[in-house]
């Protein structure tokens, strides 16, 4: 199970044999002052989840350099101070630890030495970060240095492809850890409380055929991303699967939650209720933040979605997709990407009634109902916004009750009929979009545009005035 980690760092270190200075196989230095030089004398590794599960690499691959300083080769012993009870693991010029032996250097050559970790539980009912340590001991000629390793390792509650069935997630120290799915089966509630951290490994899902209630606050949001917590993952796309709920989902609601980094925020898949004018959505989403999806931040499939005070950004496809019709409800939320870690073609929101075949042949049209208002549509092309979502299609006409109204929408589009009040081409001036920070500037175009709808406070939950602005969040005067 280590054989592409073990793979990898081979390749690398005969390749880098092939590249260096030929070696002097028939003379050593002996000399017991022999010191060697290191590029670094700390191996240090931010924090990595605890685990018994047997997903290894758990942390990712540091390395450093070993310098033989002599004009001679040198022979060199490298050990783990932990020996086999150490939680670290070391691969020495292709050779694998937690002791190597008679390591060759060239002279004035060097060689890489690779570390990972996999940190135990450590049943702390605090669940406070532990520290771990370790050092390697490199022995030349009998002279011994040391290259010390620490790493922070956080314990949580560990799921590997389990299924949950009315059961409660509410613990605020250990985060939940996901491993291949967590799987609520049908009529059965997964209730999420307020402060929990969830993390998901790569190509891990929530999937959900009964029903999701997140009951994040203000001050306690859930949040949802990767197992990586090193900084450089922080804000990468595509580390995790997403939140799936399957057609037999019903009554999910969603309520200060922050998802990011996975592939898609939220999937609602297909229903029979969606124009139903008595139905409860399949899912409400509500003062919610998803971000960094390298597929679609919130989409449905014949599908009844509301969303409110919600922000839906950076995403590799979109940021809102309705497709093969259905019903959506949404007010005050944002839909944006800038094309940073994206290159786009599509516009970032999208909604169609039809099915479309290979030849651009309509094969299906779905009835469609969708009232959308007070949102920004937003992003680095010049048309984000669709209705009709397949190249050299024309925008449909959509059955049923549709209102486009009082929104921000960055679009070359004429809005006729029922789609009024919309203003074009303006800049929403948020604060600062590379730090996510979608509050408006004073110059905002969304300032005051909106409709009283009845959304009465906005995404941080402060009061909205009697002509609000467009998007997610109200401008403090």
Known sequence: ?????????????????????????????????????FSADTVFFDTVFASNIPRIPLSVNHQFVVVNPYSESVKTNFRLSGGSNSVFRINVDGEVGPEVNDIEIGGNDSIFVFVELSVDPNNDPQSLPLIVRDSIEISTNGNTQNVQLIAWGQDGHYFLRDTLCNATLDDKLKPYVVHGYLYVPENCTLTIK????????????????????????????????????????EEVAGQWGGIWLDYLSKGNQIKHAEIKNGTVGIYCDSSDIQTSPNAAPNVSVENTEVRNMSFDGLSGKTAYIKATNSVFTNCGRYTFLGLWGGRYDLKHCNFTTYNFDFSRRE???????????????????????????????????????????????PDQAFFGDTLFNNNLVRTERKFVGLHTNNKVNISPAFVDILKHDYHIEATSGAIDIGAPIGVSRDFDEELRNGTPDAGAFEFKH
């Open 1 to 37: 199970m280590w054989k592409r980690f073990w793979f990898g760092a081979l390749f690398v270190s005969i390749l880098l044999s092939m590249l260096s200075s030929c070696k002097d196989d028939n003379t050593f230095f002996t000399g017991t002052e022999a010191k060697l030089n």
């Open 194 to 233: 307020e402060g929990v951290k969830m993390h998901f490994a790569p190509r891990s899902w929530l999937y959900v055929e009964g029903t999701l209630i997140i009951e994040g606050t203000k001050d306690q949001k859930v949040k949802f991303e990767g197992d990586r917590l090193q900084p450089q993952f």
């Open 347 to 393: 516009p970032t929101f999208a909604l169609n009634n039809v099915q479309i075949n290979e030849f651009f042949q309509i094969t299906g049209i779905f009835r469609t109902v969708y009232d959308i208002q007070n949102c920004i549509v937003d992003g680095g092309l010049q048309e984000e916004l669709s209705l009709g979502i397949f190249k050299n299609v």
